[in-house]
């Protein structure tokens, strides 16, 4: 069954965002205060200069200024404890939500599932994938919030407390970061999203030679499945350590930027003090408003890369959690049956084959009776088993239980005493029973 579409990454987020909306919200007060309290910080050192430069300062009242200045950061430090302890939880929620969903998805599907997604991509996309989609729930959604609050904050206090013009002047450079933002972010994801296909592929290596291992050793094959592991861990290092170098790349990107805008403002700002337009204070506050936007920028950079590795992140898991069972395991019945276990016109072809592994199978077990089953590999033994035991669902024909369809019964009839060979020294045992019995009757005939 092909996957529904899933939701974007961004309407995940926010649905999460909605269930839980006070710890968001609590979060979301308390960056706002914080980044009150930052802007506010300049402004007061800016007037303290000021009467500095005036010989109107006293010593009480620098010394109640800078007592307020010690409060506001006490305060942004409380804060900041205070909404990594709510947004952080809120975001591991998400996490646990997320596998406690690929887990059920997991439990609900049949066998032609597994058969088409490794086990070890399966593995990663529970591990390190959803890593991603917490951090982008997470950790940008603060960086985000934050960076953006603390811009518009910023820019106002820039514009309209001291001068337009000026703040007009600095902000020159922007656009041209901003544009360096986006290319930079495109190759985040696409270095990304091969990093964590790369995990996967070397994640299921890893799962099939572990289960193997006795045929590895057996066979002398420890050298190429050893290269085979280096070369797949070094394409998932390649393309991390690719995607680590262009996340790189926003600081110099932001740092060039606001050495630009810092150049533009002291000439700017010079000439504006020169003309007794602005004090020497309004340009004191103004460069340290200029460096608090530093942070709004790395924030920037930082969002567009936890998204960025989020959203290559979702792009594999969402479909995997959009896609239906094919195995409806929705039947009211729960006691065991009681009756014969009959099979009609039992047929199966797997996925992509033409010739069926199954046709026109036919046969009827009574109650306490054992039936054997051989044949030559490939004869449909195995898929008997798996659609007697409801791992796939016939294309044509009927099994009953006791006059029961199994579909119709939910899991607990579908368990039926079927059991396969033995393995280890009981099954030498058993195929050595076999071959003598199989001699027994060539003589007897």
């Given at each position: 069954?092909?996957?529904?579409?899933?939701?974007?990454?961004?309407?995940?987020?926010?649905?999460?965002?909605?269930?839980?909306?006070?710890?968001?919200?609590?979060?979301?007060?308390?960056?706002?205060?914080?980044?009150?309290?930052?802007?506010?910080?300049?402004?007061?050192?800016?007037?303290?200069?000021?009467?500095?430069?005036?010989?109107?300062?006293?010593?009480?009242?620098?010394?109640?200024?800078?007592?307020?200045?010690?409060?506001?950061?006490?305060?942004?430090?409380?804060?900041?404890?205070?909404?990594?302890?709510?947004?952080?939880?809120?975001?591991?929620?998400?996490?646990?939500?997320?596998?406690?969903?690929?887990?059920?998805?997991?439990?609900?599907?049949?066998?032609?599932?597994?058969?088409?997604?490794?086990?070890?991509?399966?593995?990663?996309?529970?591990?390190?994938?959803?890593?991603?989609?917490?951090?982008?729930?997470?950790?940008?959604?603060?960086?985000?919030?934050?960076?953006?609050?603390?811009?518009?904050?910023?820019?106002?206090?820039?514009?309209?407390?001291?001068?337009?013009?000026?703040?007009?002047?600095?902000?020159?450079?922007?656009?041209?970061?901003?544009?360096?933002?986006?290319?930079?972010?495109?190759?985040?994801?696409?270095?990304?999203?091969?990093?964590?296909?790369?995990?996967?592929?070397?994640?299921?290596?890893?799962?099939?030679?572990?289960?193997?291992?006795?045929?590895?050793?057996?066979?002398?094959?420890?050298?190429?499945?050893?290269?085979?592991?280096?070369?797949?861990?070094?394409?998932?290092?390649?393309?991390?350590?690719?995607?680590?170098?262009?996340?790189?790349?926003?600081?110099?990107?932001?740092?060039?930027s606001l050495a630009a805008a810092t150049t533009l403002t002291l000439a700017m700002g010079g000439w504006l003090v020169w003309h007794?337009?602005?004090?020497?204070?309004?340009?004191?506050?103004?460069?340290?408003?200029?460096?608090?936007?530093?942070?709004?920028?790395?924030?920037?950079?930082?969002?567009?890369?936890?998204?960025?590795?989020?959203?290559?992140?979702?792009?594999?898991?969402?479909?995997?959690?959009?896609?239906?069972?094919?195995?409806?395991?929705?039947?009211?019945?729960?006691?065991?049956?009681?009756?014969?276990?009959?099979?009609?016109?039992?047929?199966?072809?797997?996925?992509?084959?033409?010739?069926?592994?199954?046709?026109?199978?036919?046969?009827?077990?009574?109650?306490?009776?054992?039936?054997?089953?051989?044949?030559?590999?490939?004869?449909?033994?195995?898929t008997l088993l798996r659609l007697l035991l409801r791992h796939d669902d016939p294309e044509r024909g009927r099994i009953e239980w006791?006059?029961?369809?199994?579909?119709?019964?939910?899991?607990?009839?579908?368990?039926?005493?079927?059991?396969?060979?033995?393995?280890?020294?009981?099954?030498?045992?058993?195929?050595?029973?076999?071959?003598?019995?199989?001699?027994?009757?060539?003589?007897?005939?």
């Amino acid at each position: 069954m092909p996957p529904a579409a899933h939701a974007s990454l961004a309407a995940l987020i926010v649905g999460h965002a909605r269930a839980h909306l006070r710890a968001y919200g609590s979060a979301a007060v308390m960056l706002v205060a914080i980044a009150v309290l930052t802007v506010w910080i300049p402004s007061e050192i800016g007037r303290i200069v000021d009467e500095l430069v005036a010989q109107r300062a006293d010593p009480a009242g620098l010394a109640i200024g800078l007592a307020r200045i010690v409060a506001a950061g006490v305060a942004i430090y409380l804060l900041r404890v205070g909404w990594r302890l709510q947004l952080f939880a809120a975001a591991y929620r998400l996490g646990v939500a997320l596998r406690v969903r690929l887990y059920r998805r997991l439990a609900g599907h049949g066998a032609a599932f597994f058969e088409r997604h490794r086990t070890g991509d399966l593995m990663a996309m529970a591990t390190n994938d959803i890593d991603a989609i917490e951090m982008a729930a997470g950790e940008a959604m603060l960086a985000g919030f934050d960076g953006s609050v603390t811009l518009v904050l910023v820019i106002a206090m820039m514009s309209f407390a001291i001068d337009a013009r000026l703040a007009l002047v600095a902000l020159l450079p922007f656009p041209a970061m901003a544009l360096a933002f986006w290319f930079i972010a495109v190759r985040i994801h696409r270095h990304s999203r091969a990093s964590l296909d790369h995990f996967g592929t070397m994640n299921d290596h890893v799962q099939q030679s572990l289960a193997g291992v006795r045929t590895i050793r057996a066979l002398g094959l420890e050298a190429p499945v050893g290269a085979r592991f280096a070369a797949l861990a070094g394409r998932a290092r390649d393309e991390s350590l690719a995607a680590q170098r262009w996340e790189a790349a926003y600081e110099p990107a932001v740092g060039l930027s606001l050495a630009a805008a810092t150049t533009l403002t002291l000439a700017m700002g010079g000439w504006l003090v020169w003309h007794d337009e602005i004090t020497v204070g309004d340009l004191t506050a103004f460069s340290m408003y200029l460096g608090q936007l530093i942070w709004p920028m790395f924030a920037a950079g930082w969002v567009l890369s936890l998204y960025e590795r989020g959203r290559a992140a979702w792009d594999r898991l969402g479909p995997l959690l959009a896609e239906e069972p094919r195995i409806v395991d929705d039947g009211p019945r729960l006691e065991t049956p009681a009756g014969a276990l009959r099979v009609t016109g039992l047929g199966y072809r797997y996925e992509g084959q033409v010739t069926p592994a199954l046709a026109d199978i036919d046969l009827e077990l009574p109650p306490g009776a054992v039936l054997g089953i051989v044949g030559p590999t490939g004869a449909g033994k195995s898929t008997l088993l798996r659609l007697l035991l409801r791992h796939d669902d016939p294309e044509r024909g009927r099994i009953e239980w006791g006059g029961v369809p199994i579909e119709a019964g939910g899991s607990t009839i579908a368990a039926i005493g079927v059991s396969g060979a033995p393995g280890g020294d009981a099954d030498e045992r058993c195929a050595q029973r076999g071959i003598e019995a199989i001699q027994m009757d060539i003589e007897m005939q």
